[in-house]
Each structure stands twice: as C-alpha cells, then as structure tokens.
C-alpha cells in the first residue's frame, strides 16, 4: 500500500510540473498591452574603466572544499549498526 501512497505524490508533482511549464509558455497577448504607454530610452555603452581589478575565487574554492568535507567526513566515520 505504500507504493501507491508514493507513486500518488510523484504524479500530483509531475501534473503540478507540467501545469507550471504550460502557464509559463501560454502567456495571452493581453499582456503586452500594459506596458504599451512605455517608451525604450536607449543610452550609450559606458566607457570602460581600467581600475576594477579582477577578483580571485580562491575563497570560493576554500569555501567549497570545507562545505564537502562538513558533509563527507561524517559519512566516512558513521559507525555502522549490525
């Protein structure tokens, strides 16, 4: 009976799924119209500025390496219930 419970949720979130995918690609044209009063300003492309200095993703990397050992090593050590 279990089965059942599950094989429910998993097609209630794939109908939910699909519901979401198909609203976001029926948009009625209806849409358009309220933004119709607006104009589009262009401006021109800022100079480029040769003082930024590209940053370094050395913390990243750290910053990733301890989030997996965080999550590794207590799986490594779990002691394991006969």
Do not use: C, E, W, Y
Not at 16 to 37: T, Y
Not at 61 to 82: Q, S, T
């Amino acid at each position: 009976m279990k089965t059942s419970h599950i094989s429910a949720i998993v097609l209630l979130f794939i109908i939910l799924a699909g519901a979401l995918a198909f609203a976001n690609f029926n948009q009625p044209a209806v849409s358009a119209q309220g933004i119709a009063g607006f104009t589009l300003q262009t401006i021109p492309t800022p100079p480029v500025d040769d003082t930024s200095v590209i940053g370094s993703t050395d913390g990243i990397l750290v910053m990733g390496i301890v989030i997996v050992l965080i999550i590794a090593l207590p799986l490594l050590f779990r002691k394991k219930h006969k």
